[in-house]
């Protein structure tokens, strides 16, 4: 058991810190140059091979790591040094309840692909989420500097007023999966419902044709839930503190907000932390919305009937564990590059558009949202008794 889950734990881990949160930088660097009609990234090189700018975050790192530490005078040196930890730690962890895989039967052995399956996964990354406002916030306040305070004051403000409506665009999702559990929700993605299938409700089946039976949607809560999808999003996304909700570190309006006094490793945890995040927020709306690691049209049982005949059940499970793995990634690749599109493509708010569109524009629609989805839960529940 114990081994199990500290294999689970170096393979995220891996993932996380070994290949995507280098590699964001260069996604980053290279997407806006596509989207801009520019080369991008592409002068560092070791004899002369540039490897398509891929060594850039190399370089990144090897300047950070030998660049000068600063503490400015004035400055609580205790909270100056673990704020950066606050804000790494939290997003390193909230992968700890988001499964990457399923419930395998592989000999006698259930093999379960995620770190902990907490029955309160949801709550969970609320939990965790909120402790890295307390990094944003010290930082800002320990540092002894105006501008770094008033980033820290808008960042606090804006990552509490972003977490409401980011909690509740997703009561809309636990109601319609009845749980929790993020493993459950992604078990229960990994089917399909018929699009007409609310028709039954109506009587009016039976003058259907036969071929309507056909017309099926992957259950994903992106189908489920639009609304509450879109909003999570941006909620999420406003949390993280990237463009276009960057205001706590706005470089035109107050220099670079609450890290401005930072330099050396303890900016670059800063940096990795926003990186992180964008993998982490791309992970959580890849098994909430996104099917998870389900394949669309093709249920864990069905890849596993489908050749067990020919490599044998176990073979066919360890195989079907690998498809759902790189699914799982490659959605959150997906996610990845949506958030990044974003980022390019939308201006940054001014801040009393940033506060009125949680507060008079999402606040109200998740309040809307829950009552529909209540409603409608309520009526098909009705009908079919």
């Known amino acids: ?175 319609v999966f009845g749980t929790l559990k993020l493993s459950e929700m992604s078990h229960a993605q990994d089917t399909t419902f018929r699009l007409l299938g609310f028709l039954e409700l109506f009587g009016w089946v039976s003058v259907l044709p036969w071929w309507v039976d056909w017309i099926r949607v992957p259950n994903w809560g992106i189908f489920l839930q639009p609304l509450g999808c879109i909003m999570f999003l941006t909620a999420i996304m406003a949390e993280n503190k990237r463009p276009p909700f960057d205001q706590p570190e706005g470089e035109s309006e107050i220099i670079a907000g609450y890290f401005t006094e930072y330099s050396g490793m303890r900016f670059g945890l800063f940096y990795t932390a926003e990186f992180v995040e964008v993998v982490v927020i791309a992970g959580i709306m890849t098994a909430i919305f996104l099917g998870g690691w389900s394949i669309p049209y093709l249920s864990t049982q069905t890849i596993i009937d489908g050749v067990s005949s020919v490599i044998g059940t176990s073979i066919a499970t360890i195989l079907c564990i690998v498809l759902h793995v790189l699914t799982f990634w490659i959605k959150v690749c997906f996610m990845i590059w949506v958030q990044m599109g974003l980022r390019w493509l939308l201006p940054r708010f001014r801040y009393d558009q940033l506060m009125d569109l949680c507060w008079k524009n999402m606040l109200p629609l998740s309040l809307a949202n829950i009552v529909v989805t209540a409603l409608i839960l309520l009526w098909i529940d009705g009908m079919a008794r």
């Open 1 to 175: 058991m114990l081994t199990g889950v500290i294999v689970k734990i170096a393979f995220v881990f891996a993932m996380i810190m070994g290949l995507f949160a280098p590699l964001m930088t260069w996604v980053e660097r290279k997407q806006s140059a596509v989207m801009q009609d520019r080369i991008g990234a592409n002068r560092a090189d070791i004899a002369g091979i540039t490897l398509l700018g891929l060594l850039h975050p190399l370089t990144d790192v090897i300047k950070l790591i030998t660049k000068e530490d600063v503490v400015p005078l004035g400055a609580n040196r205790l909270l100056h040094l673990i704020s950066p930890l606050l804000a790494v730690v939290p997003a390193l962890i909230s992968f700890a309840v988001i499964p990457f895989g399923g419930t395998y039967q592989l000999g006698e052995g259930t093999y379960n692909l995620v770190v902990a399956d907490c029955d309160w996964g949801v709550l969970y990354l609320f939990a965790i989420g909120s402790i890295a406002a307390y990094g944003t916030i010290l930082s800002g306040w320990a540092s002894n500097n105006n501008w770094s305070l008033l980033g820290s004051l808008r960042g606090s403000a804006q990552m509490i007023s972003y977490e409401v409506c980011m909690g509740l665009s997703l009561v809309g999702v636990m109601m």
